[in-house]
């Protein structure tokens, strides 16, 4: 595969593996199953009992394993034909699937913020109305 294709399928491929672990790590279907994984990472005896767990929370380290499974599925390799063109292929993924997470948690972040702008600015319009509806009756 040339190198212009490995850096296509290289951004394609991230594009799963972003939603995959933004999913599991954000969304509400899997809030349940984050609470469990939240509360055992805190409060489980071993190490690596709450590492596990953890994995299950943070977008970044279940990321890698989202990338993992990916590379097996579709043996992408980056640069070399060998192991060495998973290892490369595997962080790579890794790194555009976050940077895809980056900025899809700061347009969420910006659309919830104007949301709460116009909701504010609706408050102060009715306010506004009222307040000029109660001068007319007092007037009349």
Known sequence: MSIGS?????????????????????????HELREFCLRESREARSLTHRKFFYLFTCEYCFSHYVAIAFLAITRYKLLYSDWRGYLVGGFALVWVANIYMSVFGRLRLDIKRERVEIEQNQVVTEEKKKAIENTGKRAA
Do not use: N, S, Y
Request: proline share 4%; charged share 10%; with cysteine.
């Open 6 to 30: 490995q850096i296509i399928w290289l951004f394609v491929l991230g594009i799963p593996v972003a939603c995959i672990a933004w999913t599991v790590t954000h969304e509400e279907v899997f």
